[in-house]
């Protein structure tokens, strides 16, 4: 066996200085949240137990944590909806040029490379110029549009930008109208692909601090309620909701992967008993 070159194992130093650069601080806070009713938000640990977690769903002296939880939860599918929604219609139409169609696109994707805070701020000043409530369904969920819309967007636009034709002339030529063509035909095949949509419209949302800012009104979401947290919660409690939103971010991802599992086998059974009947 060949000895490996030195640079296998200055790249496999390096690739574990980032994994640990990429997952030291959640294995951390996930770690400090099992502190003992005596611990504190460094280590050493004091005792090991579930208190803090436990501690959660007891009335806090600061701050509102399940409200902020049902706001930023909602908050996330609405902006799911509409990313998937308006991402699927619009790589529709731009599968034909039509006049103004790059400026549009580029238009669109803009808003990756504005600073976040100064969305937030611009959407805030709008609201207010034109005497709207500012308020986290309302100027929050412009606000975080502009920030999951353009990657919807470059991923349904690379989806049907390799979709072949072909298969919506046939089921045309079989009679299907326009929307069964689109329902039976192309959104099954497409189906993966808006699942990854609806997930990064979600994540995006669920997570989203700097949009949030100063577009969220009078209530806050649960970053912006984390992040006041921060400033006067001195007991491991923080670290046990931020344990508890991080694995409820993984059960959504798996939901979502579950779901993308499901519907391959379902159309894999459907494509084999077709073959059997043929």
Known sequence: MEPRPRSFYVLTAVFVLF???L??????????????????LTFPMNGVSTYWFHNLFEQQAVGDIWGSFRRSF???LMVMVA????????GLAFRKRFRGSAALFYLTIASLVIPSILVSLGVGLIFDRFGL?????TSGFGAQLTWTLPFGLLVMFAVFNRFNPSYEEAARDQGASAWQT???????????????VALFGFSLSYD?????????????????EIFGMTTNVTKPVIYALGTLTTAFSLLIIGAFLLAVWITARRRARRLASLAKAG
Request: hydrophobic content about 55%; charged content about 5%; proline content about 7%.
């Open 19 to 21: 994994v640990i650069f």
């Open 208 to 224: 989203e601090f700097a949009r949030t800012l100063l577009t969220a009104g009078s209530y806050n979401t649960l970053p912006l």
């Open 74 to 76: 909602v908050l996330g």
């Open 133 to 137: 409530k500012v308020h986290w369904a």
């Open 83 to 90: 990313t998937v929604v308006i991402s699927v219609m619009a």
């Open 182 to 196: 689109f329902a039976h035909v192309v959104l099954p095949i497409i189906f993966p692909s808006v699942v990854g």
């Open 23 to 40: 997952y030291g601080p959640t294995i951390t806070i996930a770690i400090l949240s099992f502190q003992g009713p005596e611990g504190g």
